[in-house]
């Protein structure tokens, strides 16, 4: 009898079965939403995405129909459209200083620039003082600076930045009040009017810097007598004393707006901003026969733009930087001017620095633009001045300050966290042609002296002081790369009026060199770190005539770079000046145009650059 097979009994299979994919499990999100994941829901009803929708073509017949060319709509070329084109990068632009066609220079123009004429006015302090004639003077919008006529400048269109007699640091003619009066030297000034300013023509830029000024005529003493223990303020004038931005107004006293730091006579206050305050427990006058002592740090100028560009961290920049590595970045600096003639002497003349909105809100606060919770919706713009404060003119610089000495004794220092300078925090008013973000190499802090009815100054910036303060480096005349230090202030009153006393035995042009001290005594130094120690000021003219040099020299070079471009551009199309220009020279003569070819690739990218380098603005001025 044929039995059926057993039925096979359903026994657990060892292989697990597969499960349905769900993309939730895969994911690992949770049932029920948490504080860690409060998006679990929202997540586990995502949707996939939609289907993108194809472009809807017209048919070969419809095309036809409406009369378009079937010839562009065949079959597309495989190999066009799958080769990936190479974008290229615009190079970025490059600011060069404007040029101006102007007439050929006259032969005169060779020249050096004469001084000011000088006619007497009045003598004070055993100085003859003089008002200047024929002398151009900074106008609001504009600033003039002495130029000459250079034949080894032709791509600057000849001219070149010089200096006019006399030859050393001094106050500038074209840096004053036209109510200023000087002295032969240019060291001493004074006025009839009321407060008239003067500013020097150096300027700091970075580092430690040290001037004097010896008070000529000014609050007289206290009388000896017991009765009258206040100083006589009567028929001597009154002086202030300190630093000045360029954009400070020559017809006011020093301290008077935000751009300049003064120190007043009377109780030796500080002001800024028209303000005086007291500085120092002692509230100590200045009196005739007194030398002032100014010193005022700075910061790198690495550091300096940091905080002008908005990228300055007070937890990462902890140093002042004041000796930046060898390879650094020197600052960019462009010079916008043009040569003009004024009374048979050429001057470069550009626009100035003009005051900031912000600062003459700051300086005099109107009661309907001070912020308020209601109309003040960012609570940093009303903060204090800072490093990183919102406006840019409104960033101060770390690191920084103004001391005072008197006598060669230190009083304090009234000033720290000075108002910062570098473009753009330093800007041209807004009128046609003026460049706004542009540095021209003069911008800083200069010595600056106001005089009021009668009170007269006269400076030194070194290198042989009066009363030097302890740590003064000063640089040793029979070894140019070394420095002393000066020696600490003489606490002996009779010392120190005697060492003022020597130096009113000299001329009126300065003080008598007092001899280096023997090489025992002395610790020479190098150049190495030098911006970290305290100099005079007479150094960093040195250092500004050679800087004034290197910016020609390269504005120079990179005209002439531009013009050896578009000139190689016209002989290798044939045409234009430059083939002909090329036709007529001598063998010599085309070797050295070969050189000029090398960089023919570079100079057609850069003469395709913005900044004005390669356009040249004809300018024409009357003839007197």
Not at 433 to 443: E, K, N, S, Y
Not at 580 to 604: C, D, I, L
Request: glycine residues 8%; proline residues 9%; hydrophobic residues 30%.
């Amino acid at each position: 009898m044929e039995t059926s097979p057993r039925p096979r009994s359903a026994t657990p299979s060892a292989i697990p079965q597969k499960r349905a994919l769900n993309l939730d499990d895969e994911q690992h999100i949770p049932a029920v939403s948490s504080p860690l994941n409060p998006d679990a829901a929202t997540s586990r009803s995502r949707k996939a995405p939609a289907r993108e929708q194809r472009e809807k073509k017209e048919s070969l017949k419809k095309r036809e129909a409406k009369g378009v060319d079937t010839a562009r709509s065949a079959t597309p070329d495989t190999q066009t459209h799958t080769k990936k084109t190479k974008k290229i990068e615009k190079p970025p632009d490059v600011v060069r200083p404007l040029r101006y066609y102007t007439k050929p220079p006259n032969s005169s123009d060779f020249d050096p620039p004469r001084g000011p004429i000088f006619s007497p006015i009045l003598e004070k302090a055993n100085r003859e003082f003089n008002e200047c004639f024929e002398q151009i003077s900074n106008k609001k919008a504009f600033r003039y600076t002495n130029c000459i006529a250079d034949p080894s400048f032709p791509s600057s269109r000849w001219f070149r930045q010089t200096e006019a007699s006399p030859f050393h640091p001094r106050f500038s003619f074209q840096e004053a009040s036209s109510h200023i009066l000087f002295d032969s030297t240019g060291r001493s000034i004074t006025t009839e009017k009321g407060f008239r300013m003067a500013r020097a023509n150096v300027a700091a830029r970075e580092g430690r810097w040290y001037y004097e000024c010896k008070i000529l005529s000014g609050v007289r003493p206290p009388s000896r007598s017991p009765s009258l223990n206040k100083p006589d303020t009567t028929g001597g004038g009154h002086v202030r004393l300190g630093w000045a931005r360029r954009e400070a107004n020559l017809d006011t006293p020093v301290g008077f707006d935000a751009y300049s730091y003064g120190l007043r006579d009377v109780s030796g206050q500080k002001v800024h901003m028209s303000r005086p305050k007291d500085f120092s427990s002692g509230n100590e006058s200045f009196h005739e026969g007194d030398v002032i002592g100014l010193e005022i740090t700075l910061p790198s100028l690495a550091l300096h733009q940091k905080v002008v560009e908005g990228s300055y961290n007070k937890a990462v920049d902890v140093s002042d930087d004041l000796d930046p590595h060898p390879a650094a970045e020197a600052p960019d600096i462009v010079r916008d001017r043009v040569p003009i003639r004024y009374k048979g002497i050429v001057y470069f003349e550009q626009f100035e620095y003009s005051s900031a909105k912000d600062l003459e809100e700051l300086m005099n606060p109107s009661p309907s633009s001070a912020p308020t919770a209601a109309t003040t919706t960012n609570a940093a713009s009303a903060a204090p001045p800072n490093p990183n404060h919102p406006s840019v003119a409104l960033r101060t610089l770390p690191f920084s300050n103004i001391k005072v000495y008197k006598n060669g004794k230190l009083l304090g220092a009234p000033f720290a966290d000075l108002f910062a300078f570098l473009p753009p925090a330093s800007k041209p008013a807004a009128q046609q042609g003026a460049r706004d973000g542009l540095d021209d190499g003069m911008l800083g802090y200069f010595p600056a002296i106001s005089v009021f009815r009668g009170g007269a100054v006269e400076v030194n910036f070194g290198p042989d002081f009066w009363c030097p303060p302890g740590g003064l480096a000063v640089p040793i005349s029979n070894n140019g790369g070394g420095y002393y230090y000066s020696s600490a202030a003489a606490e002996d009153e009779n010392e120190t009026h005697d060492a003022i006393k020597k130096t009113d035995q000299s001329s009126a042009g300065g003080a008598i060199p007092p001899e280096d001290p023997p090489a025992a005594t002395r610790k020479q130094e190098h150049i190495q770190g030098k911006n970290s120690r305290l100099r005079g000021m007479g150094e960093r003219y040195v250092e500004q005539i050679a800087e004034d040099i290197v910016y020609d020299v390269v504005d120079e070079v990179d005209f002439w770079v531009l013009d050896a471009g578009e000139m190689m551009v016209d002989v290798a199309a044939g045409t234009g000046e430059g083939a002909e220009a090329q036709k007529g020279r001598s063998a010599s003569t085309t070797a050295a145009g070969m050189m000029m070819v090398t960089p023919v690739g570079m100079v057609e990218q850069a003469g395709m650059l913005g900044g004005g380098g390669g356009e040249i603005k004809e300018i024409v001025q009357e003839e007197e």
